[in-house]
């Protein structure tokens, strides 16, 4: 089974700085056939389902701002915010896709310094 | 607009047995393979089941292996989530989600096991 390792656990960021959550996994999900990464990057409010923003490691879902990036390849994965907002306060995920179990890392909570 | 509402969560004992169902609106239900995730309080994210489009491939966690029976009804744009022989640690809010990505989620059913 594939292991999905988020870093940090957590992270305190100022308003308008940069966040970075990155992710590991045990083999690589790059799939040769198609050139993509099969990775999902989610951001949870408390209370509310996942919401995914990020899909194929790099490509940000419909309406979700542009300072939200994803970035990687093969086994190691980041996802930057750019300008920390108030409303980016949640935990963050990420997930393969190349297989199953479709493996969750353990979450990244993001907090205002 | 695209609605995933599951229901059918609960209090139950131990050992028994609740069924999800997780009603979908507007995409295209029978083209979609469909997950179930679930959250324990306080936790993270744990994959559970997956179906493909047409019912006929399953795939589950571990965790829930020989327990739990996803299924679906195309004609009625519903999936399901057997639960059997439930055990504490099974308590969570439960999500369906769409494949491959989980695009769509659910809002989720609370079902919580206790004696």
């Known amino acids: 089974d594939i292991v999905v390792t988020q870093s940090p656990d957590s992270l305190a960021v100022s308003l308008g700085e940069r966040a970075t959550i990155n992710c590991k996994s045990s083999q690589s999900i790059l799939y040769s056939s198609d050139n993509k990464n099969y990775l999902g990057w989610y951001q949870q409010k408390p209370g509310q389902p996942p919401k995914l923003l990020i899909y194929w490691a790099s490509t940000r879902a419909s309406g979700v701002p542009d300072r939200f990036s994803g970035s990687g390849s093969g086994t190691d994965f980041t996802l930057t915010i750019s300008s920390l907002q108030a409303e980016d306060v949640a935990v963050y995920y990420c997930q393969q896709y190349y297989n199953t179990p479709r493996a969750f890392g353990q979450g990244t909570k993001v907090e205002i310094k | 607009q695209v609605q995933l509402v599951e229901s059918g969560g609960g209090v139950v004992q131990p050992g028994r047995s609740l069924r999800l169902s997780c009603a979908a609106s507007g995409f295209p239900f029978s083209t979609y393979g469909m997950h179930w995730v679930r959250q324990a309080p306080g936790k993270g994210l744990d994959w559970v089941a997956v179906?493909?489009?047409?019912?006929?491939?399953?795939n589950y966690a571990d965790s829930v292996k020989g327990r739990f029976t996803i299924s679906r009804d195309n004609s009625k744009n519903t999936l399901y989530l057997q639960m059997n022989s439930l055990r504490p640690d099974d308590t969570a809010v439960y999500y369906c989600?769409?494949?491959?990505?989980?695009?769509?989620w659910g809002q989720g059913t609370l079902v919580t096991v206790s004696s």
């Open positions: 989600a769409t494949d491959i990505y989980f695009y769509y």
């Open positions: 179906i493909s489009h047409d019912g006929t491939s399953k």
